[in-house]
């Protein structure tokens, strides 16, 4: 472990940012400790020669595999790559392990992804973040065997760039002591949001390094908060589930007209769930007809979801399981549960894909009203309950 700066006392604002080092493959060599060591890709899809690398270890980046990169070329640079299938279960649960860790520690905490963690240390009464730091990674280690990088400073942005400065398993201070020092070292595109168009524009005007921004732009740097937000985009309550049913019209015994309600219905909870920032893990089906009276059954998922595919699919697959043959339908109701905030940021490829269709959708219909466009299936559903404002 390295730290470059120890014993310094907390000012008024501090934020510790923790940054999992390469989190999906580290997950994979800790549970497999054959991989220990060896270059090893975590694929977006299975087939190994024909998918997206997700996530390569500090072994394989040495050799210049990235994420983002087509497996197809990854093995053209080293064809003995070890290789494993994203198992996003497994990445969000470990993930919600190091979270329920850090809420140990009592201090103000932001999830702000799947491998990334902040603690607000303004006010806390631990005089050195550093030793606070190292007891963070030391723990993360004792229960994960995985490492983290920590960065400390001022505000959340500083902290972040910190904790990239000294990967892997790195522990860094920037503070007024160091602050010039660090800063001309760092190139401008190593800073969050600098990597794309707003950085190529800075960079054309002659900005290098993230000094260069200070000296031109010192607020950029420094405006962003040292202390999180109030809500720290979350809401303070959130809901024990969010449900929708609906009584049909006549009974129904359509199958292909009883799934499009079921997705339709789906489709609601989840646009709901999206408003709240919320995601379900456990999804509830409710039916009600003249031979089968009231029937209910729900599952529990390891992966939480508010897309309304993914909620209907599921709440078929538990009809399916209800094993009803032709059953007449007069009401159907879908209940989601389990939840949780749904800040986890897309994965996979195609989960990112399908996360800005999501997006671009609910813009739609946020803009136009709800239902404006819907999935085709659901046309089958009559009459639409979103005319009937249910
Ligand atoms: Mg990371």
């Not at 050195?128 to 963070?136: F, Q």
């Not at 729900?298 to 699919?313: I, L, S, W």
Request: with cysteine; net charge positive; aromatic share 6%.
């Amino acid at each position: 472990m390295r730290s470059r700066v120890s014993g310094t006392p907390v000012s008024l604002s501090m934020i510790l940012h923790i940054d999992m080092d390469a989190f999906f493959a580290s997950i994979e060599e800790a549970i497999n400790p054959r991989f220990k060591g060896k270059p090893l890709i975590v694929g977006s899809r299975g087939n190994r020669m024909h998918t997206v690398v997700c996530a390569a270890n500090y072994a394989a980046k040495a050799i210049g595999i990235h994420s983002g990169m087509t497996t197809k070329r990854a093995y053209s640079i080293y064809s003995k790559l070890e290789f494993v299938a994203a198992d996003q279960a497994k990445y969000i649960w470990t993930s919600e392990q190091i979270l329920e860790l850090l809420k140990g520690f009592n201090l103000p905490l932001n999830y702000a992804s799947i491998d990334e963690f902040q603690l607000d240390l303004s006010g806390c009464p631990t005089p050195n973040p550093v030793s606070l730091g190292k007891e963070i990674k030391a723990q993360i280690y004792a229960n994960f065997n995985i490492t983290a990088s920590v960065g400390i400073a001022k505000n959340w942005l500083l902290a972040k760039l910190a904790s990239k400065l000294n990967k892997p398993d790195g522990l860094t201070l920037i503070d007024d002591s160091n602050f010039e020092q660090v800063l001309r070292k760092v190139s401008l595109d190593k800073l969050c949001g600098m990597g794309g168009k707003n950085g190529q524009i800075l960079i054309a005007k002659g900005l290098k390094t993230c000094w260069d921004l200070y000296l031109n732009l010192p607020g950029l740097l420094l405006r962003n908060p040292g202390k999180f937000d109030e809500n720290s985009g979350k809401p303070s309550e959130k809901p024990k589930s969010v449900s929708h049913s609906y009584t049909l019209p006549i009974v129904q015994v359509n199958p292909q007209v009883i799934h499009a309600w079921i997705r339709l219905l789906s489709e609601m909870v989840s646009t709901r769930l999206r408003q709240q920032l919320l995601v379900s893990a456990t999804v509830h089906l409710w039916l009600n007809g003249p031979e089968i009276g009231n029937l209910g059954a729900q599952k529990t998922h390891q992966a939480p979801t508010n897309d309304g595919y993914e909620v209907c699919q599921r709440a078929i697959k538990i009809m399916t399981k209800l094993c009803l043959k032709s059953p007449k339908i007069r009401a159907i109701g879908i209940t989601c549960s389990g939840l949780s905030w749904g800040n986890y940021q897309p994965l996979l490829s195609e989960e990112v894909r399908r996360e800005r269709l999501i997006q671009a959708l609910d813009r739609i219909n946020n803009r136009f009203g709800e239902g404006t466009i819907s999935p085709a299936i659901t046309a089958l559903a009559r009459p639409n309950p979103y005319d009937r404002n249910l």
